[in-house]
């Protein structure tokens, strides 16, 4: 009686291969839960102060952050296959701090309201300003290579989502409102908020166009020959509003010289 041994790709090789191979993936598995461990022990808890106080600043502070520390984290979270990971705690985190935006601003009392809108957006871009080219090379290999899409796109929407849309429709009539009356709120102010609006929804200019017209140029159709008398009519009651509010009409120096002489 003959007995054949074991040939290539026999049973028992087999079996020693899927050992190996349950090993290895094992071991893969050990490693790679203990590079996450890391990122949240190490990397994320640093970068997340630095986020904290990059979204709190006001645009005219000057916070000590050191940028290629943060810089340095985000470079190896990458490199360490953390991407998805790292854009996903920085989005929530975000969200997180828009959400409590929202909360203060819905107790802003209506005349205050137009005002407090624009702190909140005008310091939100500006932390953006520094937290998007130091999120730089998350933007690069995984949001716009993977995503694709931008980072400040991503974090704009963020704030349309979770402040602009909850309050646009109380924010809306007072603008309206504003607008009617010169110089009720700074006019700095008024063309803020609505090319504010207008950069985060387009679509919102529909809700008041005459508005929206009054600070963003050409966005009404051209001008009909027909309706130019009303057009001749809207213009003398802005004239007259301005002149009620203590603007005088034309250059009056030149006329009080005239009179002298």
């Known amino acids: 009686m003959c007995v054949e041994s074991d040939a290539p790709g026999s049973k028992p090789q087999r079996l020693a291969s899927y050992k190996t191979l349950f090993l290895t993936s094992s ?3 050990v490693l790679n839960a203990m590079a996450v461990e890391d990122y949240r022990k190490n990397h994320w808890p640093n970068l997340e ?3 904290d106080r990059l979204l709190i600043q ?4 000057h916070i000590s952050v ?16 953390h991407s998805e990971l790292l854009y996903s705690d920085l989005t929530s985190k975000i969200t997180s701090h828009l959400q409590e935006v929202s909360t203060h601003l819905q107790a802003s009392p209506p ?3 137009i005002e407090n809108f624009n702190v909140a957006l005008t310091q939100y871009t500006a932390s ?3 937290i998007v080219p130091v999120f730089m090379y998350l933007n690069k290999f995984y949001i716009e290579s993977k995503l694709n899409r931008d980072l400040r796109e991503d974090l704009m929407k963020l704030f349309a989502d979770q402040v602009a849309e909850k309050h646009v429709n109380t924010l809306m009539p007072l603008l309206i409102k504003a607008h009617s009356m010169p110089f009720q709120v700074q006019p700095s102010t008024m063309a803020s908020v609505v090319k504010g609006l207008y950069s985060l929804r387009p679509e919102w200019a529909q ?3 005459a508005l929206f017209s009054g600070f963003i140029p050409q966005i009404n159709p051209p001008a009909v020959e027909s309706l130019l008398s009303d057009y001749a009519a809207h213009d003398q009651k802005l004239q007259m509003e301005l002149s009620m509010n203590g603007f005088p009409r034309g250059d009056q120096s030149r006329k009080r010289a005239s009179e002298d002489s």
Do not use: M, R
């Open 27 to 29: 071991s893969l598995s």
């Open 111 to 113: 005349e205050n309201f």
């Open 207 to 209: 809700l008041a166009p």
């Open 128 to 130: 953006l300003q520094c």
């Open 66 to 81: 050191s940028y290629a520390q943060i810089y340095s984290y985000i470079y190896k979270c990458v490199c360490q296959q």
């Open 58 to 61: 006001n645009p005219t502070d």
């Open 49 to 51: 102060k630095a986020i």
